[in-house]
């Protein structure tokens, strides 16, 4: 369906701008992207998202919606009638994606964000073994959720694959940075084959940056948390 008016601001480099992108190509929606360098942040971000400053923020007409996971819902509700449904029907199911859609956002992000942060061997070592954990558990959740199907939602991407396909880039980032797996096929079997699903997917293929390309993105970000730490 060509929707008019739809603009997202974001970046190349956003997994949480991606979600947003997915989202609407998952309900075959046209939109505008506009780039955000963030560095400095433009006016347009200031002025959409005053209280958090960050993208992705959305666009709908005049209406403003900022929040990646808020923004993908509102989606989800406000094309309810394409035929694909992001959320599940049932409430219960649907409490349970938006559960895990926050674990990952609180659990895994911190995980990741401090294997890519971390540059002294120790704490890499330990916060790696962290970053696992997580991933045991999202492998877990995988093999209940999706019942031998290819996604978290079933036959078809949903909020839980959204939320966590969002970081496949960094997952690759930091193995590339640390030669060391993260996911791993003999440990996390599920979520390895749905990893290779999801990208081949029509609504996320051509959306996820190249690995080298976002390595030397995550080499500045380093530098930049680490200046940000001294
Ligand atoms: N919870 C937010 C969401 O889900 O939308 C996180 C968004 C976020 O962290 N965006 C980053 C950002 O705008 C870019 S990937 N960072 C700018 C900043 O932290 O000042």
Not at 72 to 78: A, L, R, S, T
Not at 153 to 162: A, E, L, Q, Y
Not at 198 to 222: H, N, R, Y
Request: include cysteine; glycine fraction near 4%.
């Amino acid at each position: 369906m060509a929707e008019r008016d739809l603009r997202l601001l974001g970046a190349w480099f956003s997994p949480f701008a991606l979600r947003v992108q997915i989202a609407l190509n998952l309900k075959g929606l046209d939109y505008e992207v506009v780039e955000e360098t963030l560095n400095p942040k433009s006016e347009l971000l200031l002025k959409s998202n005053p209280v958090h400053k960050k993208i992705p923020v959305f666009f709908h007409g005049d209406k403003v919606i900022c929040e990646s996971a808020i923004i993908v819902e509102y989606i989800d509700e406000v094309w309810s009638n394409n035929a694909l449904s992001i959320l599940p029907q049932n409430a219960y199911d649907r409490a349970n994606a938006r559960f895990w859609v926050s674990y990952i956002d609180d659990k895994w992000l911190t995980s990741l964000k401090s294997v890519l942060a971390t540059e002294d061997d120790e704490a890499k070592k330990l916060h790696f073994e962290q970053a696992e954990e997580v991933l045991e558990k999202v492998e877990e959740v995988f093999n209940k959720c999706s019942e031998g199907k290819a996604y978290f939602g079933g036959d078809t991407i949903g909020f839980v694959d959204i939320g966590f396909g969002s970081f496949l880039s960094f997952i690759r980032v930091s193995e590339n940075m640390n030669e060391r797996k993260l996911l791993d096929e003999t440990k996390h079997p599920g979520l390895t084959l749905w990893a290779e699903t999801f990208a081949a997917d029509p609504a996320v293929k051509g959306l996820l940056p190249e690995t080298e390309k976002l390595v030397e993105f995550a080499k500045i970000l380093q530098l930049k948390w680490a200046a940000a730490a001294a």
